[in-house]
């Protein structure tokens, strides 16, 4: 139960929220759908970023991540649009977004963190690697101001994170 079990249900319980399609330069995993990405080259991506085609971007482990710009209908109060994204990520939609809510999800544990990137078929590299960031990604998610969520029962998970979003869009929209 990662970050995209989480955002996938937090869009499946509250219709005023669509999440994001990032693109990757990454292969896919054994058994991830091919729609979970936008699966590109490396010259694919650049050549986005260069045409400034993202509103953030990040290498992570060797590999390229973002969010394409949002569409006009994200940009009033009708939707809003959810990021499934890094620290890296955060940190830029933090200096380019008034107003952005940023949420870390915190594992209850590094054995579960550890178990969950084990089971959801990576590298036994990449997840060594992973467990070394976390507690860097943790740190900076605290300093860009990002409020904090121990993800260790799904459903207290989505119905918090859905709460903090709810009030966000209050207070600038006067609801949802």
Not at 81 to 107: C, F, N, S, W, Y
Request: glycine fraction near 8%; charge should be negative.
């Amino acid at each position: 139960m990662g970050k995209g079990t989480v955002a996938s249900l937090l869009c499946q319980r509250n219709e005023w929220l669509a999440l994001s399609k990032s693109w990757t330069t990454r292969k896919r995993r054994e058994g991830e759908s091919e729609d979970a990405y936008v699966f590109v080259d490396q010259a694919h991506f650049k050549a986005a970023v260069e045409a400034d085609g993202f509103l953030e971007w990040a290498w992570f482990l060797e590999n390229l991540y973002g969010t394409p710009l949002p569409s006009r209908e994200y940009l009033g109060c009708e939707r809003h649009i959810l990021l499934e994204i890094d620290v890296q990520g955060a940190a830029q939609v933090r200096e380019r977004v008034r107003g952005a809510v940023i949420v870390v999800l915190m594992p209850p544990s590094e054995e579960e963190l550890m178990r969950r990137l084990r089971g959801r078929g990576d590298d036994p590299s990449h997840v060594v690697a992973r467990m070394r960031l976390a507690a860097e990604e943790i740190k900076a998610a605290v300093a860009i101001g990002a409020r904090s969520v121990v993800n260790d029962d799904l459903d207290r998970t989505v119905a918090e994170v859905g709460d903090i979003f709810r009030a966000a869009a209050e207070e600038r929209c006067g609801g949802t």
